[in-house]
């Protein structure tokens, strides 16, 4: 089944350290590509989202990330993370070939030690 | 891990009925359930946030009368798109929290076509 991967389920990692999140995905063909931060006690906030144009894509807060079609990847990139970046991250496409349908990663939980 | 039920995954409706969309937490109690409409080509927005045992909470802009939700247990939340219009069909996507995590799980998604 066609699919959207976080490999990672959980990242420590302490303040001032560079995050890399991996998002790959199955789906062939044209893709909208977004990731939604969940911060503790909140609800989804999108971070970022690549639609065309260029492949690397700046967000909030810092936050970018790279479109590798070749690799049918999106991964997530911060240089210097802080104690407020503690959240869960998720990844999700939109394959053009399935229609308006939004299909989500399973999520990496991101804990940023003071 | 925990899975989101959500059905139908498509339907296609003609104008002026109601249409109900089902959200089921299967091996988990979420006493939180969220729900989520995304218009094409745009990121998903939240439509309302539902509690268990008590009235959902809607986001500013969207229209409680017209679209009723319901989380009469802890496994089960409704949303129901009254006398439905075109510019209803949408991608509604729900979302449940387990009562002790706080970890999001998601439905697969309702694809609405209103004819």
């Known amino acids: 089944a066609q699919s959207v991967s976080q490999h990672n389920h959980h990242v420590i990692l302490s303040e001032a350290a560079s995050l890399e999140l991996g998002c790959n995905y199955s789906?062939?063909?044209?893709?909208?590509l977004f990731w939604y931060v969940q911060y503790p006690g909140q609800h989804l906030q999108l971070l970022l989202k690549?639609?065309?144009?260029?492949?690397l894509v700046k967000g909030i807060k810092g936050f970018e990330a790279e479109f590798i079609k070749s690799k049918f990847s999106f991964n997530l990139r911060k240089p210097s993370v802080q104690w407020s970046d503690t959240a869960e991250y998720f990844c999700?496409?939109?394959?053009?070939?399935?229609?308006?349908?939004?299909?989500f990663g399973g999520g990496t939980r991101v804990l940023v030690k003071p | 891990g925990a899975v989101v039920s959500q059905h139908p995954s498509w339907v296609i409706c003609k104008s002026g009925t109601s249409v109900k969309i089902e959200c089921r937490s299967l091996?988990?109690?979420?006493?939180?359930m969220f729900w989520y409409r995304q218009f094409p080509k745009q990121s998903l927005m939240l439509m309302a946030t539902?509690?268990?045992?008590?009235?959902?909470?809607?986001e500013q802009g969207v229209e409680k009368d017209k679209f009723l939700i319901n989380h009469a247990s802890l496994t089960l939340s409704t949303l129901t798109v009254t006398s439905a219009h075109p510019e209803d069909s949408s991608f509604y996507i729900c979302?449940?929290?387990?009562?002790?995590?706080?970890?999001?799980?998601f439905g697969s998604g309702t694809q609405l076509s209103v004819l």
């Open positions: 979302s449940a929290r387990p009562q002790d995590n706080e970890k999001l799980f």
């Open positions: 789906y062939g063909g044209t893709v909208n």
């Open positions: 690549y639609f065309s144009g260029d492949p």
């Open positions: 999700a496409v939109i394959p053009k070939a399935a229609g308006n349908k939004l299909t």
């Open positions: 091996d988990f109690q979420a006493t939180t």
């Open positions: 539902s509690n268990e045992g008590s009235k959902a909470t809607y």
